[in-house]
């Protein structure tokens, strides 16, 4: 049972370039979450999604950023026309969408490290 | 006001000994769920344990538990008989049912675990 994976691993951009990252959760979970950390803090949420469908997002998420589920599987977070304030590790989850138990625990991926320069 | 507080920032704690780390939350939600996080240097959060409000028994999962005070609003997190493979960052998280499927997380508390 593999985890959550993203890639890259690590991304240096300049001002203004666009950035996309991957995040592939676990196969049988079809719950999905983008978060975003920034140095010292704890994460924030961004986005979440249900299967295919974009069911939230965080007031964070300015108009520059996107984040698409296209088949209910893989995830992507991109971001426009970036700025040094967007540096931050990047980190998805997945969840298995059932709220018995361990009230559908979210599993993180090793997350997106964005320097924007 | 900070829906998940963690007043500590930093830790030191000797092998084989244990420690507690420090959480409060605030909520009126009577449906949530409280989760520990550890992330190591790496960066990778690392789940390690959950406690539902209407649990009636302390969560324990091996080397970790839980001392869960609802009218307190606190979820300490307990690590016994520390390893040195301890030390990272640990968050506290709290879902509010009310609130949707998304975490709310405390600032972390850095745990060194010294030989």
């Known amino acids: 049972d593999t985890g959550v994976s993203q890639d890259p691993r690590h991304k240096i951009t300049k001002r203004g370039q666009n950035v996309t990252f991957r995040c592939d959760p676990i196969?049988?979970?079809?719950?999905l979450y983008w978060y975003r950390q920034t140095l010292g803090q704890g994460p924030e949420f961004l986005t979440y999604?249900?299967?295919?469908?974009?069911?939230?997002k965080s007031r964070l998420l300015s108009d520059r950023f996107s984040a698409e589920r296209p088949k209910g599987s893989f995830s992507t977070l991109e971001i426009q026309r970036t700025e040094q304030g967007d540096s931050a590790m990047y980190l998805c989850?997945?969840?298995?969408?059932?709220?018995?138990?361990?009230?559908?625990?979210?599993?993180f991926g090793p997350g997106t490290r964005l320097t924007v320069l | 006001a900070q829906k998940i507080t963690q007043t500590q920032p930093g830790m030191f704690v000797q092998e084989k000994e244990a420690v507690t780390l420090d959480c409060t939350y605030d909520?009126?939600?009577?449906?949530?769920?409280l989760f520990w996080y550890k992330q190591p240097s790496s960066g990778e959060m690392i789940f390690l344990i959950y406690?539902?409000?209407?649990?009636?028994q302390n969560a324990t999962e091996g080397r970790y538990s839980l001392n869960f005070q609802k009218a307190r609003k606190s979820a300490n997190l307990v690590i016994s008989a520390s390893q040195l493979g301890d030390s990272a960052m640990y968050f506290c998280?709290?879902?509010?049912?009310?609130?949707?499927?998304?975490?709310?997380f405390g600032g972390g508390t850095r745990v060194l675990v010294k030989p």
């Open positions: 999604f249900q299967n295919e469908a974009q069911l939230e």
């Open positions: 998280a709290m879902r509010e049912e009310a609130a949707g499927n998304k975490l709310t």
């Open positions: 989850a997945s969840s298995l969408g059932a709220l018995r138990g361990r009230g559908d625990t979210q599993y």
């Open positions: 196969s049988e979970h079809n719950r």
């Open positions: 406690q539902g409000s209407y649990d009636e």
């Open positions: 909520t009126s939600d009577q449906s949530y769920g």
